[in-house]
Each structure stands twice: as structure tokens, then as C-alpha cells.
């Protein structure tokens, strides 16, 4: 029981690659060996409309073929039409059918297979809108399932967990103005109400589902703005949750990412800013975090990130979606990071989720932009050109 488009291709240096998906910070990576990379741009890799609002991509095998499809989480604040993207194979996204009826105010999509029939259905989170379920049939067709009981909410993210060990997955919403909150799974792609997550401290915008303490339950690590400090919702078991807010982060932080970026064994989190200082805390002991580094330039503007080892040499690399030019963090093995700048569209990125769209083993970025095309950067050997 829970009690609580460019005239031609551009590429930007990149040592090395990793098979890496990544949704809202968290990482599932399947290394491969070091090997040298570029990122590349090209009209072709551009999709979706230029006054799309796009709030948040995320990737999965949506129609069966064996290659990763993009839905797109579109309007933010507005009414906008949220799509499926179909992958041709190589990564150009060709095909789209539209996902729902009606145009809304969505902020994020997240992709699982709720009614476990072995195909991905997709949950929506939407601004001040009930989430939505919508149930695939195996080929890519998404029907509308019904809205989530009493879930609407000035909402800026969720993710799927199973948060309280029954096998099934439960839903998580960050609200920027109301408490958090669980809907808890009930099967079959249905939902329960609300429970709100047991403290006063609103203003959350990212959130990643992780075990980040190592005692097998999935705990909760949000980042928040408006001046309130971000937070971890430590799972004590069967989802029964006691805050811990990270001492010193009040500010405006956007995004959470969770890796053990200093290689000490440990899980640590590194909150992204629009402020231009980034955060990395370092886990010292069980759910015990020191602020160890800081990174990022004056006037950066960061509002998504996603998690992996882009050099292929052991540790956990960062992609940044800013608002302006889009960013790699390499991490030097000790958890702090040098800047590389990305090719591409200079946009107001919102999201960014990272696999490998063209099946050739190397990790490859999508960009969630909004009132611009969305954007799939793939990663290409050094001799190609």
C-alpha cells in the first residue's frame, strides 16, 4: 500500500559511442567499444512543423520493426496535436499519424508497455489537462483508453515506475504549483487516483525513477525552480516515501540526471539550470549528497539533459538542450565536465532523448524544440563525410 534547415551538413568532434536510451536524466546504456565519432545535422533529420511547441520526445519500437520510433509531446501551454514519428531504418522519420483526437497543452510523453501484451503504450502529461492512456495494437495505432481519475495539474513532467513492488507500473507527476503526486497502477493501462507526495515544496519541473540508494526499490529525484530546494523522495519500501532535499540547490533547476559520474560506486545527481550554473551532488553515503562541482557558463541556459558514455571510456557523459546552441558535458572520470558544442538548429530546446536511430551501434541525440522543427543529430565514423 502506498501511504503517501541548413544548407548542408555540419558535425561537431565527439570521441567515441554507446547504445543509450534516455528519458527525462536517467540512463540504460550498452557499451561498445571506444571508437572515434562525429554528430552530424542534415535537412533530412529535421521533423515536425516550425511553430511546434515541442515539449519532450522520447524513443521506442513503437510499430515492431526493430528500429527506434519518436512520439512527440506537443504545446506546452497551448493546444497543439501530439504525434508518433515512424523511423524508415536509418533515422529520417517519414511517416506520422497523429496521437489522440484532440489538440491539447502536453508537456511530456512516456513510453512502456502498460497492459502487457508486449507492444509500448504511451501515458500523456498534460498542463492543467488530465493524463492520458492510450494503448498500441502492436503496429503503431494508439487508441485512447480513457484519462487518468483527477490527474489534472499544472504538470511539467512524469515517468512510469513501479513503485511499489506489485508489478505494475505507476505513474509520477511533477506539478509546478500543486504537490507531487502517484497514481498507482492498476492494470490493464488503468490508474488510480492521486496520492501527493508528503511535502510542501512546489515548483518541480524534471524528475528521474531511480534506485538511487541500492536497497532495490525505486526511489524519486525531482528538480525544482521558483526558489525551493530539489528534492529525493527516498522509497522506504512498498512506497511509503520520506523527503530529503538537497542542501543549497534553490534556484531555478530544470532537469534531474542520475549516474555514479565520479566512478566511486555511488549514484550521484546533477541538476541542470537556466541560470548557467549546474550542479553535480555527490552521494557520500546512503542518501547522504556534498555539493562537489559546479559547471556550465554565464548566460547558459539549460533545460534538458540526458545521461550517457559518449567516449566509450567508462564513465557517464551529459547532452544538454538549451535555449540557444545544444551541448556535450564530457566527464573526465572524476565527475566534472568540459563543454563541447553541438551542431545543429539554435533553438529553445525543451527536451532531448538519446538511441541509436539508425541501427549502426552508435548513440545518436534527438532534440525536442519548441516554435522550431524537432531535430535527430546521428553519431557517424570520423571518416565519413
Same mark, same amino acid.
Given at each position: 500500500?502506498?501511504?503517501?534547415?541548413?544548407?548542408?551538413? !555540419?558535425?561537431?568532434?565527439?570521441?567515441?559511442?554507446?547504445?543509450?536510451?534516455?528519458?527525462?536524466?536517467?540512463?540504460?546504456?550498452?557499451?561498445?567499444?571506444?571508437?572515434?565519432? &562525429?554528430?552530424?545535422?542534415?535537412?533530412?533529420?529535421? *521533423?515536425?512543423?516550425?511553430?511546434?511547441?515541442?515539449? @519532450?520526445?522520447?524513443?521506442?519500437?513503437?510499430?515492431?520493426?526493430?528500429?527506434?520510433?519518436?512520439?512527440?509531446?506537443?504545446?506546452?501551454?497551448?493546444?497543439?496535436?501530439?504525434?508518433?514519428?515512424?523511423?524508415?531504418?536509418?533515422?529520417?522519420?517519414?511517416?506520422?499519424?497523429?496521437?489522440?483526437?484532440?489538440?491539447?497543452?502536453?508537456?511530456?510523453?512516456?513510453?512502456?508497455?502498460? @497492459?502487457?501484451?508486449?507492444?509500448?503504450?504511451?501515458? #500523456?502529461?498534460?498542463?492543467?489537462?488530465?493524463?492520458?492512456?492510450?494503448?498500441?495494437?502492436?503496429?503503431?495505432? *494508439?487508441?485512447?483508453?480513457?484519462?487518468? =481519475?483527477?490527474?489534472?495539474?499544472?504538470?511539467?513532467?512524469?515517468?512510469?515506475?513501479?513503485?511499489?513492488?506489485?508489478?505494475?507500473?505507476?505513474? #509520477?507527476?511533477? &506539478?509546478?504549483? !500543486?504537490?507531487?503526486?502517484?497514481?498507482?497502477?492498476?492494470?490493464?493501462?488503468?490508474?488510480?487516483?492521486?496520492?501527493?507526495? =508528503?511535502? !510542501?515544496?512546489?515548483?518541480?519541473?524534471?524528475?528521474?525513477?531511480?534506485?538511487?540508494?541500492?536497497?532495490?526499490?525505486?526511489?524519486?529525484?525531482?528538480?525544482?525552480?521558483?526558489? #525551493?530546494?530539489?528534492?529525493?523522495?527516498?522509497?522506504?519500501? !512498498?512506497?511509503? *516515501?520520506?523527503?530529503?532535499? *538537497?542542501?543549497?540547490?534553490?534556484?531555478?533547476?530544470?532537469?534531474?540526471?542520475?549516474?555514479?559520474?565520479?566512478? @566511486?560506486?555511488?549514484?550521484?545527481?546533477?541538476?541542470?539550470?537556466?541560470?548557467?550554473?549546474?550542479?553535480?551532488?555527490?552521494?557520500?553515503?546512503?542518501?547522504?549528497?556534498?555539493?562537489?562541482?559546479?559547471?556550465?557558463?554565464?548566460?547558459?541556459?539549460?533545460?534538458?539533459?540526458?545521461?550517457?558514455?559518449?567516449?566509450?571510456?567508462?564513465?557517464?557523459?551529459?547532452?544538454?538542450?538549451?535555449?540557444?546552441?545544444?551541448?556535450?558535458?564530457?566527464?573526465?572520470?572524476?565527475?566534472?565536465? #568540459?563543454?563541447?558544442?553541438? =551542431?545543429?538548429?539554435?533553438?529553445?530546446?525543451?527536451?532531448?532523448?538519446?538511441?541509436?536511430?539508425?541501427?549502426?551501434?552508435?548513440?545518436?541525440?534527438?532534440?525536442?524544440?519548441?516554435?522550431?522543427?524537432?531535430?535527430?543529430?546521428?553519431?557517424?565514423?570520423?571518416?565519413?563525410?
Amino acid at each position: 500500500m502506498l501511504r503517501l534547415a541548413p544548407a548542408g551538413p !555540419k558535425a561537431a568532434r565527439l570521441r567515441g559511442a554507446a547504445i543509450v536510451a534516455a528519458l527525462g536524466g536517467a540512463m540504460v546504456a550498452v557499451p561498445i567499444s571506444a571508437q572515434d565519432a &562525429t554528430y552530424r545535422d542534415h535537412p533530412f533529420l529535421i *521533423f515536425d512543423e516550425e511553430d511546434s511547441r515541442t515539449a @519532450d520526445v522520447a524513443l521506442a519500437d513503437l510499430d515492431g520493426d526493430g528500429d527506434l520510433d519518436v512520439a512527440a509531446a506537443n504545446g506546452r501551454h497551448w493546444p497543439q496535436q501530439d504525434w508518433i514519428f515512424f523511423n524508415e531504418g536509418g533515422g529520417r522519420l517519414l511517416e506520422a499519424a497523429p496521437l489522440g483526437a484532440r489538440r491539447s497543452a502536453s508537456y511530456t510523453i512516456r513510453l512502456d508497455d502498460l @497492459d502487457r501484451d508486449g507492444d509500448i503504450d504511451a501515458v #500523456v502529461v498534460r498542463d492543467l489537462l488530465p493524463a492520458q492512456v492510450f494503448l498500441n495494437d502492436g503496429s503503431g495505432a *494508439f487508441s485512447h483508453a480513457g484519462d487518468i =481519475p483527477d490527474s489534472a495539474a499544472p504538470a511539467r513532467s512524469g515517468t512510469l515506475a513501479d513503485l511499489n513492488g506489485d508489478g505494475m507500473l505507476d505513474l #509520477v507527476i511533477a &506539478t509546478r504549483r !500543486k504537490p507531487d503526486r502517484i497514481h498507482l497502477g492498476m492494470g490493464g493501462g488503468s490508474f488510480g487516483g492521486p496520492v501527493a507526495l =508528503p511535502d !510542501k515544496g512546489y515548483g518541480s519541473t524534471g524528475i528521474v525513477a531511480d534506485d538511487i540508494d541500492g536497497d532495490g526499490d525505486t526511489d524519486l529525484i525531482f528538480a525544482r525552480r521558483d526558489g #525551493v530546494p530539489s528534492v529525493i523522495f527516498v522509497n522506504r519500501g !512498498k512506497g511509503d *516515501f520520506t523527503p530529503v532535499p *538537497f542542501e543549497g540547490s534553490e534556484g531555478d533547476h530544470r532537469m534531474p540526471a542520475v549516474a555514479d559520474f565520479d566512478g @566511486d560506486g555511488r549514484k550521484d545527481v546533477v541538476l541542470v539550470s537556466t541560470g548557467g550554473e549546474h550542479v553535480v551532488y555527490r552521494q557520500t553515503d546512503a542518501v547522504s549528497f556534498e555539493l562537489a562541482a559546479t559547471f556550465g557558463q554565464s548566460g547558459e541556459r539549460i533545460q534538458a539533459i540526458a545521461a550517457g558514455d559518449l567516449d566509450g571510456d567508462g564513465d557517464v557523459d551529459l547532452v544538454a538542450g538549451a535555449d540557444g546552441e545544444n551541448l556535450v558535458y564530457r566527464n573526465d572520470g572524476s565527475g566534472r565536465f #568540459v563543454r563541447e558544442t553541438l =551542431p545543429g538548429l539554435s533553438a529553445d530546446t525543451y527536451g532531448v532523448a538519446l538511441g541509436d536511430m539508425n541501427g549502426d551501434g552508435r548513440l545518436d541525440i534527438v532534440f525536442a524544440n519548441s516554435d522550431a522543427p524537432n531535430q535527430v543529430l546521428l553519431g557517424l565514423d570520423t571518416g565519413q563525410d
